[in-house]
């Protein structure tokens, strides 16, 4: 009888030692990353969908509502979603959110590329004053993700810190791993650049010695012109590239136009995030994803 009244006071004391942390994740990218690392401890849900564009969600007031019963939110972060994830924790008026340590942001902890420099503004377009966002296509920055993860959780769960390390460093692990087997299988191709819509690829070009600098975009944000595709048509003539990677998040109605200009190019539509299409419900699923396209569209 003693034994059952100590266990009810405890779990009325301290409930997070019972109840599962509720995680809210900006992309179904991180989101599969809290699941990496929280499994069964962590409850999860993405706002976005993984065939949206991360930097138009709408601020759904049924977002506002979940908001109100989670403990942390992690996103991205360097602005890629701030137009709609701080209207969605003002309006949820969740106390554990607005305050400090409330929102895990990760993109700045994880050594940010393409930090512009200068004076810049809107006319540059959807240009990211602390440095491109997208690092999801990144195995290794995914590592040291979790890892950041990890730490987050265990704050909240001082019990499960031991759990949540384990998975973070396996995964981080399997990562490492497959960097090295995915980086052999990329040079073997002897692909050397692609075009992309936007700058999504920024990262996994540079951790796979890759040229992904033109864009079907003239700015970041602004739709494909006539004039701009022409250069980029002309452009890949004179570079001899062969392959489009078009996200499936864009408008790919441009990818006819080049197929008509240089027939042997390899234009394909992609997913850039984790339920992006059918099947691919990992971060490492994703990755191989891309990786296979840039084998398949160097033949």
Known sequence: MKNTI?????????PIAFAKIQVAATTTDIAALVKEVGQNQVDVFAIGKGTQDAHQIEAKPSFMVKLRSTDLVIAHGLELESAWIDPLIQGA??????????VLELAGELDPIEIPKGNISRAEGDVHPGGNPHFQLDPLRLGKAAVIIAGKLA??????????????????????????????????????????YHKNFAYFCARFGLECQLQLEPKPGIPPTASHLMSVIDQMKKRKIKIVLIENLYDDSVGAKIKTDIPNAHVERVPVSVEGEPG???????????????EEGSK
């Open 6 to 14: 100590f266990i009810l006071l405890l779990s009325l004391f301290s």
């Open 93 to 102: 008026r969740n106390p554990k959110l607005a305050a400090k340590g409330g």
């Open 155 to 196: 704050e909240l769960d001082p019990g499960q810190k031991d759990f949540f390390n384990k998975n973070a460093d396996q995964f981080q692990k399997q990562m490492e791993a497959k960097t090295k087997e995915w980086q052999a299988r990329i040079a073997k191709t002897g692909v050397k650049e692609f075009v992309t």
């Open 280 to 294: 691919i419900t990992t971060n490492q699923q994703l990755i191989e994803r891309i990786v296979k396209s840039i």
